[in-house]
């Protein structure tokens, strides 16, 4: 029977992070859905029948969620634990490259072998990294929508959208990414969970990740 041990994988900040980051992009994708075609009926008179303001209000919170947590995955990529950084999830060494092939192939069932990692595999990672670069466009995209008057966002937006049209459109279409990106992300965690020991999901939770033992 096979025997394992614990180890501490993600600190606080990560874990607070992920649910920062996951739940700011429920809130997003719904009221942006909303700002960009509203569905109710919003000519009756009063603020009771204001849907459009109330909906502006939670995209705004959201969005300063949003960055906020992508600030701290910047923060975690340079100075969080070993498994944080993002030298571990680079495919830049040896090791990190014979990973991310042993993980493709075990994702494709071209084979059963399972690369026990404390952190993230490199296929993982590095989609994580995509998200990231993702999310820095959303972010500018939408800062220089909310505030097409002010001087740094303006510098900043027109220099990498050129317009605010542009703007609209990649903030709408990166959008996207952050709805399938989940399914793919919620899909892979459960089948990890179902085929390797790690504990993968309790470990969001908990931090801990369990291993063979030695």
């Known amino acids: 029977m096979a025997t394992y041990e614990k180890h501490y994988c993600w600190s606080i900040l990560l874990r607070l992070f992920h649910w920062m980051f996951a739940l700011s992009i429920v809130f997003l994708v719904v009221t942006g859905f909303y700002i960009a075609g509203p569905w109710t009926n919003t000519m009756v008179e009063g603020s009771a029948a204001w849907p459009m303001a109330y909906m502006r209000y939670i995209h705004y919170i959201a969005a300063y969620t949003f960055s906020s947590a992508v600030a701290i995955r910047l923060f975690l990529y340079f100075f969080g634990n070993a498994q ?3 030298w571990d999830i680079l495919p830049i060494s040896k090791r990190n490259i ?5 993980t493709l192939l075990l994702y494709s069932y071209v084979s059963d072998e399972h690369d026990e ?4 595999n490199i ?3 590095t989609s994580y990294l ?3 670069f993702a999310a820095l466009f959303m972010i500018l995209s939408g800062f220089f929508m909310l505030y097409p008057e002010a001087a740094f966002w303006q510098g900043w937006g027109v220099t990498v959208f050129g317009s605010q049209q542009w703007a609209r459109f990649t903030h709408h279409l990166i959008m996207w990414w952050f709805l399938i990106f989940p399914v793919i992300h919620i899909y892979l965690c459960v089948w990890n969970d179902i085929k390797g020991p790690e504990g993968l999901i309790s470990s969001i939770f908990t931090g801990v990740k369990f291993k063979h033992k030695a």
């Open 98 to 102: 014979n990973n991310l092939f042993k």
């Open 130 to 132: 995509i998200t990231f």
């Open 117 to 120: 990692r404390l952190g993230h």
């Open 84 to 86: 944080e950084r993002i």
């Open 123 to 125: 296929m993982a990672g």
